[in-house]
């Protein structure tokens, strides 16, 4: 799977989760967000974006982000 580097831009953010929805049925095959690699905080309005030491940097995250909290560029390559 292709490394990804993930930009969060939390002001976009409206905290409906899909990121996390995401993630953890990708790695879980199934819908639990607490499981997912991605962690999105809600206070009030406003939302904060972490992700845990578990993250592949895959991308699937800013995949399902309709609201451009989360985009992904692809890495350069190491070699």
């Known amino acids: 799977m292709a490394k ?3 930009q969060a ?3 976009n953010c409206t905290g409906c989760l ?3 929805l995401g993630c953890s049925n ?3 095959k199934a819908f639990n967000p607490p499981v997912a690699y991605i962690r999105v905080n809600v206070s009030g309005a406003n939302c904060s974006i972490t992700f845990t030491e578990d993250c592949t940097e895959c991308g699937v995250c800013a995949d399902h982000c309709f609201y451009g909290a989360l985009q992904k560029e692809l890495k350069e390559s190491m070699t």
Do not use: G, M, S
Request: proline content about 0%; hydrophobic content about 15%; charged content about 25%.
């Open 4 to 6: 990804y580097e993930i």
């Open 9 to 11: 831009y939390t002001e």
């Open 18 to 20: 899909r990121c996390q």
């Open 26 to 28: 990708l790695y879980t």
